[in-house]
Structure formats: structure tokens, C-alpha cells
């Protein structure tokens, strides 16, 4: 057999936003169906987000682009925002002071003399005055972004089952083959909560490289080798706020005393509590999270 070593040349390459030239230049890197539509400056949106378009873009040009490149990126930018309704004075201001901040020295910033902060949708007319009005009682003003028809009307995430998502809960997880149990509190949806206790048993970190105890039914698993019931984990009870969260979790681990708990106590919560814990824990209501069927 005839072996044939053939050479190809390779000019250029993308890796991330970076095309790396053969000669170890660099500019920025955009995919084939790229459509250089950004914020358009008629938008309903604060100027700061509008003048945000193009610093971010400068700024990438600036930090990715070797010598040879930057000229023509930034002037693919320029041409890119008037497509995109920006003036071209804008255009040259904002693009003129980032690359001043990319040259000088960073100073710290002093301690600001505000009062309060508030947060307002933006309005296309009445955000200037409102700003102007509070700046000048000291108070800081930032605007958050209004709903739009399609923030309304489209939905691009599925929504998990409602007894997976109610917050400051108290949980148990019991143990497939035995009588343990594993009671908890998270102030996020359930779900998310026990597939981080899941994930420590699958990878087997059910501690942290100083040895302490990341998840106690992943560490009952270790020791014991038996399996846990993640899809019947149970709430025990839900909170208003997380305030309420930490007696809670005291509460279920001093009356019901769950031998996986490395713990006899919970977080925060003196011991002169502890003899309301047997009448707390019979207000409890069991219900099942419906992990499996999400």
C-alpha cells in the first residue's frame, strides 16, 4: 500500500468570536447568517442602552482586532449603526470615548451621595424629567425595560409543574431502602434544589475538598451504597418569605428528628424554640413536588 501525506492550507480559522489569521492576527469573527441588526435608535429604550450598542461593539473591536484589522472593523461598526437609525455625531462620540477609556487609567469611582435608588419602566417622554427631577433631591434613577408585545405574547420556556415551583419550602427526601430521611428548606423551586442533591450523588461530591458535607442524602448514599428516592421527594410545609425559612427547617429537623441530617438543629434558630417543634411538625402537610413527572 502507497501512503500519500497531503498538505492543506489553512489561511484563517474561527474560534469563538475570534478569527485567528496564519500569520497569528486577529479580528472579530461573525457567522454567515448574521444579520447586523441591533437596538434601532427609535426605540422606546434609555439613551444609555442606545449608546451601549455601540460602546460594547467598539470595545470588542478594540480588544479583539490586531493593528492591520481595527481600521476596518471600526469602520464596518460606523456603517453598521446608521443602518440602525443611530446619527453619525452619535456614532463618533461614543465610539471616540471608548476608546479613551481603553487607554487610560482606571480611578476609583467615590462613594455615591445618593439617598435612595428607585426603578421606573422607561417612558419615552417622561424619563428625562423624572430623572431630572430626583437626581436633583439626591436620589438615583434607573430605568427598567417596558413589556413588549412580544414578551406578551410569545413563551419560549416550558413552565415546570406547579408543585415543583413554590419557593421557601421545606422538603424531605427519604431513602429507597431504608427509614432514613432528609428533611431541607430551599427558597428556589424545589426542582432545582434536588437535582443539585442529585447531581452530588451522580458525581460522586457529595462534599468539598475541605470535607465538608454538600448534600447529606448523596453522603447517605456514599456510606451506605443504597438508593435515594429523588422522584418522591415531599414538601413539608411552604413559607411566606425566607425570614420564616430558617424556624421552619428547625422546626422539621428537632420534631421529626431525619436520621440523614448531619444536624440536629437548623440554622439561626435559638433552642429555647425547641419544645413548640412536636405541635409545629403536626401542622405539616405532606404533599408530593411531582418531580417525575417534569
Known amino acids: 500500500k502507497q501512503w500519500y501525506q497531503r498538505r492543506v492550507a489553512i489561511t484563517a480559522g474561527p474560534f469563538l468570536d475570534v478569527m485567528v489569521h496564519a500569520d497569528r492576527t486577529t479580528t472579530v469573527y461573525r457567522k454567515p447568517t448574521h444579520t447586523n441588526i441591533y437596538l434601532h435608535y427609535n426605540s422606546c429604550a434609555p439613551d444609555r442602552t442606545k449608546d451601549g450598542v455601540i460602546r460594547s461593539l467598539t ?6 482586532c490586531s493593528a492591520k484589522y481595527l481600521e476596518t472593523e471600526l469602520q464596518f461598526l460606523r456603517n453598521t449603526f446608521l443602518q440602525n437609525g443611530y446619527p453619525q455625531q452619535r456614532i463618533s462620540l461614543v465610539m471616540e470615548q471608548t476608546r479613551l477609556s481603553l487607554t487610560k487609567t482606571k480611578s476609583l469611582k467615590p462613594p455615591s451621595n445618593a439617598v ?3 426603578t421606573f419602566p422607561y417612558h419615552n417622554t417622561l ?31 416550558s413552565t415546570p409543574p406547579t408543585a415543583t415551583t413554590p419557593m421557601n419550602s421545606v422538603y424531605e427526601i427519604d431513602c429507597s431502602d431504608c427509614d432514613g430521611g432528609y428533611d431541607g428548606q430551599t427558597y428556589r423551586p424545589i426542582i432545582d434544589r434536588v437535582t443539585e442533591h442529585e447531581r452530588a450523588h451522580r458525581l460522586d461530591k457529595s462534599q468539598d475538598r475541605f470535607g465538608n458535607i454538600t448534600s447529606a442524602p448523596a453522603a447517605h448514599s456514599h456510606d451506605t451504597g443504597h438508593s435515594i428516592d429523588w422522584n418522591g421527594t415531599s414538601i413539608l410545609c411552604t413559607v411566606k418569605n425566607r425570614s420564616q ?13 431525619p436520621s440523614m441530617n448531619r444536624t440536629l438543629v437548623g440554622p439561626k ?3 429555647i424554640w425547641d419544645t ?14 411531582d418531580i417525575s413527572k417534569f
Open 269 to 271: 434558630v435559638n433552642w
Open 116 to 118: 435612595a435608588s428607585v
Open 245 to 257: 425559612l430558617d424556624f421552619a427547617e428547625h422546626m422539621a429537623i428537632v420534631g421529626r428528628k
Open 59 to 64: 470595545r470588542r473591536a478594540h480588544r479583539l
Open 127 to 157: 424619563a428625562k424629567p423624572i430623572k431630572k427631577v430626583l437626581t436633583s433631591h439626591d436620589v438615583q434613577t434607573s430605568f427598567s425595560c417596558a413589556p413588549t408585545l412580544r414578551n406578551i405574547l410569545t413563551k419560549t420556556k
Open 276 to 289: 413548640l417543634a412536636p405541635k409545629i411538625c403536626a401542622t405539616f402537610k405532606k404533599k408530593s413536588s
